[in-house]
Nanobody, 121 residues
Framework: QVQLVESGGGLVQPGGSLRLSCAVS????????RGWYRQAPGKARELVAQ???????NYADFARGRSIISRDRATDVVFLQMNNLTPEDTAVYYC???????????????WGQGTQVTVAS
């Protein structure tokens, strides 16, 4: 089995930055995409950014231009850097990997437990 563990959340002042990390224990046979999502109270979970297997990246409109998603191949840690944070960025941030655990397995989504980010002065 695999486990995704997020870290780096906390209280951030408006205008500040955060850097989230997603560490993976276990291994995948193959991965389709790695991404960061967030869920604010009373709202649906939404994509922040994702990095595909071919290294292309996608960003939500609210994240584009102030966020960078990256991956350290050596450690298989996925990072999310977000700048110019506002209170509207307050949410639980989740890491997700879409992949196959073994050859012939189904393509599934694997989620971390999330890390709280609160933007407030």
């Amino acid at each position: 089995q695999v486990q995704l563990v997020e870290s780096g959340g906390g209280l951030v002042q408006p205008g500040g930055s955060l850097r989230l990390s997603c560490a993976v224990s276990g291994s995948f046979f193959s991965v389709s995409s790695r991404g960061w999502y967030r869920q604010a109270p009373g709202k649906a979970r939404e994509l922040v950014a994702q990095i595909l297997n071919d290294q292309r990246t996608n960003y939500a409109d609210f994240a584009r231009g102030r966020s960078i998603i990256s991956r350290d191949r050596a450690t298989d840690v996925v990072f999310l850097q977000m700048n110019n944070l506002t209170p509207e960025d307050t949410a639980v941030y989740y890491c997700k990997i879409r992949g196959w655990l073994t050859r012939g397995a189904s393509l599934l989504d694997y989620w971390g437990q999330g890390t709280q980010v609160t933007v407030a002065s």
